[in-house]
């Protein structure tokens, strides 16, 4: 069966602090892994990687992707409240149609 | 014009009523998508729809009955549900599935349904 899994599943942290959240995976036809932010509603893209090794970058958001060992990790630097969110890593699967399986999600809270 | 967006934001309906739920993109995607999602749960797969044809049903009952009138519109069809159906659902679009490219999806902000 396939599985994404992130960990930890919460994190509270300060102001100014670097996170670093977890996610594993173990599926079938792996296509691409994903970072969402969700606050309220919807989730918001963040990064999308199909290749190890290659970091992405966005502002203080920085991800990269092991597809030898099958995680991810996103960090973020210098936290801010407005980090405060779930981040949801998904799978994008291969099987005709592709599809897309998330994962538990990790609750940050950013405190003042 | 990057929005998906979902009508109505919040719906309550009885066990015996029917309702559907209305998606919207033009972004001119081709791919659009039903999520379920509990409290403090991820997103659940409900159903793909690839070229305004359905390509997946994650075994989802059939008091849900999606459409996809044209590739703008993605509709879910709702009857005789009950209320551990109660749940936030999200709809999703990307620009292509299954062309051996990649891409994200964009999410709209859900509709929030309350079975009573």
């Known amino acids: 069966e396939d599985k994404v899994v992130q960990s930890p599943l919460s994190l509270v942290v300060h102001e100014g602090d670097t996170v670093t959240l977890n996610c594993s995976y173990e599926?079938?036809?792996?296509?691409?892994l994903l970072w969402y932010k969700q606050e309220k509603k919807a989730p918001t893209f963040l990064f999308m990687l199909?290749?190890?090794?290659i970091e992405k970058k966005s502002g203080r958001l920085s991800s990269i992707l092991d597809k030898k060992e099958l995680f991810s990790i996103l960090n973020i630097t210098a936290t801010q409240t407005g980090d405060s969110a779930v981040y949801l890593c998904a799978v994008e699967l291969t099987s005709g149609t592709y599809k897309y399986i998330f994962g538990t999600g990790t609750r940050l809270k950013v405190l003042a | 014009d990057t929005e998906v967006t979902q009508t109505p934001k919040h719906l309550v309906m009885g066990m015996t009523n029917k309702k559907s739920l209305k998606c919207e993109q033009h972004m001119g995607h081709r791919a659009m998508y039903w999520y379920k999602q509990k409290a403090k749960k991820p997103p659940e797969l409900m159903f793909v729809y690839s070229y305004e044809k359905l390509s997946i049903n994650e075994s989802v009952p059939s008091r849900f009955s999606p459409e996809c009138p044209n590739s703008s519109l993605l509709n879910l069809h709702l009857h005789a549900l009950q209320p551990e159906d109660s749940a936030l659902y999200l709809c999703?679009?990307?620009?292509?599935?299954?062309?051996?490219?990649?891409?994200?999806?964009?999410f709209g902000p859900g509709t929030r349904l309350t079975v009573t």
């Open positions: 199909t290749s190890s090794g």
């Open positions: 999703a679009s990307s620009p292509r599935s299954g062309t051996g490219y990649s891409y994200e999806q964009y």
């Open positions: 599926v079938t036809n792996f296509r691409s």
